[in-house]
């Protein structure tokens, strides 16, 4: 059973770099028949893509959103998770951020817990 | 950048009903629809991928549909369980969108 574990803290003061961690479970973050991909959702319940990573042989990794340009995603294979950076954070950070499984098939079908972030002084 | 907007964003409807949510891509695209449930501070849960395959697990009473801009999903005998907002999502093309949501109350 794959589980995917997300850790992290809850509250970021403005202008520093938020860091999320999703730990895999059943899977392996190098797998070659899966990709990862961070998204957030806003307190008025939209959801947002952040970004993804997989592994062909190769790392690939892609960003998108309004965010893109203060994003870092990144693997770590020894512990067998992945992370995301929000750099230069603001209010407009604030938002409930998952950690989801893509298999090659397109079902999103793994989600991390969720891990609730807010942005103040 | 494919958009998705879906519609309604909320409706109320009876036990034993039939619900229809639609969502409406700004391009076309094939095969890389999903349907997600999400209930108040739980992550969103897989129904349907590739447009109308039921995941593993999910109650024959929901069913997906649809080509080209035009997805929808229905709920058949609609159950107190169903209580949840729903979102479409393509992974057709990156960045993945997903609709604005639909929240279904009894």
């Known amino acids: 059973q794959v589980q995917l574990q997300q850790s992290g803290p809850r509250l970021v003061k403005p202008s520093q770099t938020l860091s999320l961690t999703c730990a895999i479970s059943?899977?392996?973050?190098?797998?070659?028949?899966?990709?990862w991909n961070w998204v957030r959702q806003s307190p008025s319940g939209g959801l947002e893509w952040l970004g993804r990573t997989y592994f062909r042989s190769k790392w690939y990794i892609y960003y998108g959103g309004s965010v893109q340009s203060r994003l870092v995603i990144s693997t770590d294979t020894s512990q067998n998770h992945l992370s995301l950076q929000v750099m230069s954070v603001t209010p407009e950070d604030t938002a409930i951020y998952f950690c989801?499984?893509?298999?090659?098939?397109?079902?999103?079908?793994?989600w991390g817990q969720g891990t609730p972030v807010t942005v103040s002084s | 950048d494919i958009q998705m907007t879906q519609s309604p964003s909320s409706l109320s409807a009876a036990i034993g009903d039939r619900v229809t949510i639609t969502c409406r891509a700004s391009?076309?695209?094939?095969?890389?629809l999903n349907w997600f449930q999400q209930k108040p501070g739980k992550a969103p849960k897989l129904l349907i991928f590739?447009?109308?395959t039921l995941h593993i697990g999910v109650p024959s009473r929901f069913g997906g549909s649809g080509s080209g801009t035009d997805f929808s999903l229905t709920i058949n005998n609609l159950q107190p369980e169903d209580i949840a907002t729903y979102f479409c999502?393509?992974?057709?093309?990156?960045?993945?969108?997903f609709g604005g949501g639909t929240r279904v109350e009894i």
């Open positions: 999502q393509q992974g057709y093309e990156a960045p993945f969108s």
């Open positions: 989801a499984r893509e298999s090659t098939d397109g079902r999103w079908d793994y």
């Open positions: 059943g899977d392996s973050v190098s797998s070659q028949i899966a990709a």
């Open positions: 391009q076309r695209f094939s095969g890389y």
């Open positions: 590739s447009v109308s």
